[in-house]
């Protein structure tokens, strides 16, 4: 896969949205600012909504990939399948950070592995959580090198969003997550 084509695809895709998206980017960072904000029950709210936005996000991205428009409610999408958006973060969140006590490489490689874990549960709304990681993990085999080079092809715009104070993450974070749902749509195709 050519990232140079996925980064111009997802620039194309994201014409006419990149507002709108801000505004998401904007309400998930406030909503984890103020969980975040308090001690222990803080955290853990925290670790519930991000799971619950999370696939909502990825809703929204499958929709733009699809050149279908999405609203801001989108985004509160997870919300509807509370239990299956949960148990996804909860597990993935606990073994991405067993595998980080091995070492931290250990801990991206299986990060990567459930990269596409919400894609998969959006696409699939009778598919459970464990198995949507066992298919993002089955997915991803052969390509996690492949996804960490996207990835860390946007290293460059992201030493510059670090030059805004960090407002340029409101941008690139769009950016990141098209390319995201470009890769994860190329990769199922070879599924």
């Not at 990835?151 to 715009?157: D, I, T």
Request: aromatic letters at 14%; hydrophobic letters at 50%.
């Amino acid at each position: 896969m050519n990232n140079a084509d996925i980064r111009a695809e997802a620039r194309d895709l994201l014409r006419g949205s990149w507002g709108l998206l801000v505004l998401v980017w904007l309400i998930k960072g406030g909503i984890a600012s103020l969980t975040s904000a308090g001690r222990g029950y803080g955290s853990i709210a925290s670790l519930i909504l991000t799971g619950l936005l999370d696939l909502g996000i990825a809703g929204i991205f499958l929709q733009l990939h699809r050149r279908q428009g999405f609203n801001l409610e989108d985004m509160f999408s997870g919300f509807k399948d509370f239990s299956r958006a949960l148990v996804a973060q909860l597990l993935i969140s606990i073994y991405v950070f067993l595998w980080s006590l091995l070492l931290i490489v250990p801990g991206i490689i299986a990060a990567i592995s459930y990269s596409m874990t919400f894609f998969i549960l959006r696409e699939n709304p009778d598919l459970e959580a464990q198995e949507a990681m066992r298919q993002s993990q089955a997915l991803m085999n052969g390509h996690k090198t492949e996804f960490f080079m996207l990835m860390l092809s946007f290293f460059g715009w992201a030493l510059l969003s670090l030059l805004t104070f960090g407002v340029g993450f409101l941008f690139l974070s769009s950016y990141m997550e098209m390319s995201k749902a470009i890769f994860y749509q190329r990769i199922k195709g070879g599924y």
